[in-house]
């Protein structure tokens, strides 16, 4: 008898066998604990990094290499390479790179921070003088606004501002401490370990819902990680870009400018506009930097068209399907939840939930062709 | 305290473990299904770390029909009635086959994610089965190409053989249908 085949037997319709259901299935005792028990481990795992502040932050940065660097490892991988040594072998190449970067970054970021410092009283005074001027422009056009003290209240935002910044540095300190620690040992489990973990987390599925669950988390996976992992790229060519832009056109600041301008890109829509703000702003204040205004805007124009026309349609290809309303609505409450992190993370978190709907509303109301 | 009784390996058996005795049965279920008998021994390691070991019940549901389909099983112990909804009445299931241990079914959703189960697959008495993905495939195809290439060979021979099956069956069917019809207008 072939072994491969379906071996057609004669039905037994004497015999009585006790099926779950003929139409739709339901959960059994132990199914349900099993989901339960599933449910707890997920959720509460994912909790835990939540309400922990300090690990949060490490536990998104190793997702995120694990996202960035999941292909390369394939990559390696196919050529034959074993998962463990190509994980190590990316370890170590990231670190000798880390460090040369390093070696070659800090001195110029130090001397870039000190030399704001030193500037930044001029800045205030530049900034002072032009507040006033436009003041006294609004004033006189519209009385009403005579005793709003407008320069006043912005200042005093200013310092509150800058002091609320001098209490977070000595907590970004500690947790940039315990990155340093644990990112690498997240990342380097995750990476070598991933698939595996997955597959244990799935063995506690109940056999109703295994394909489901499965189905679901591969698509989420697919999806978040192709759109986290193209974004970071595309970051890093956008602070690449607009560096050079600064250094060529001799504006003061390039590195800090072109890292702000990196890591607000990801932020659907607003993310050039935010990044371009210390740029104008240095070119609006700084007396020592005259007609540079036109320079710093043309650097951010051309940046951004380079982005837009050449880097996101090659790299950012698996770009989630996502309609703008929805971005755009997921951006504002990411915004008001998280701040700039829920920002960024808006995209992604709403294309789970996207998933996730599409999934139930596939379930309740059947298959819709049109919903995809 | 007395330990003795105590598995051994019982920490050490799921984390650190090479290959633990899932993986071994794993192997020999794989390695015995013609999906998988062109692969090497270092081929099979991997796809017994991607493949999926369940446990059902007597008459519990694998998949029903008109389910969306994700992948094939392979019985590793126990055996599958495979049920279809019969056309008069379409509350009612029949038996269209019996698989023991070492047939495989529902392979088709293997090429064609989201497509709809043609029929309901139940447990005859504890059943232990190992399934196989379109992820799974998709995973070993990025991971190891060579190995996904010698995978899809097999079952595209599989798929091949039950469409000329179907054929067969087909011909035979019409070529009654036509000697009925004949002897009727006779």
Redesign the interface.
Known sequence: MN???????P???ARA?????????RL?KGELTKLCFFVLITLGTGLLFVLTPDLMPSALISVLLFFTFGPVI?AI??KGIP?GVAVLGVFLACSAGIAALTTWLTPRITQEIEAFQKGSSRYGEQTMMKLKTQEAKLQSAFPVFRNARLTEKALLWLKSSSEKIWILIPNLASQLMLAIFLVPFLTFVLLKDG??IR??L??LVP??Y???V??IS?RILDETGGYVSARILEALLVTVLVTLGCVAFKIPYAILIGIFAGLTNPIPYLGPVIGAVPGLLLAILDPAVPNQLFWVLAVYVIANVIDMFVIFPLVVAKIVNLHPVAVIISVILGSQFFGMIGMILAVPITSILKILLFEVYTKLYGEVSAAR | MQLSHFPKRFLWLDFFSKQNEAEVTVMSVLRSNQLFSRLTRKELALVSKLVHMRNYEAGEAVFTQDEKGLGMYIIAKGAIDIRMRAHDSPGEEVTVATLEPGSFFGELALTDQGSKRSASAYARGKTVLVGFFKPDLMEIMERKPETGVKILLQLCKVLGKRLSETSDALTQLSRELYQRESKKAA
């Open positions: 072994p491969t085949l379906h071996r057609a037997e039905p037994e319709p066998q006790p099926y779950a259901q003929t139409e739709g299935r059994k394939d991988e196919r998962r698939h595996e597959r244990k799935l063995r056999n109703s295994f394909e489901t499965y189905s591969t």
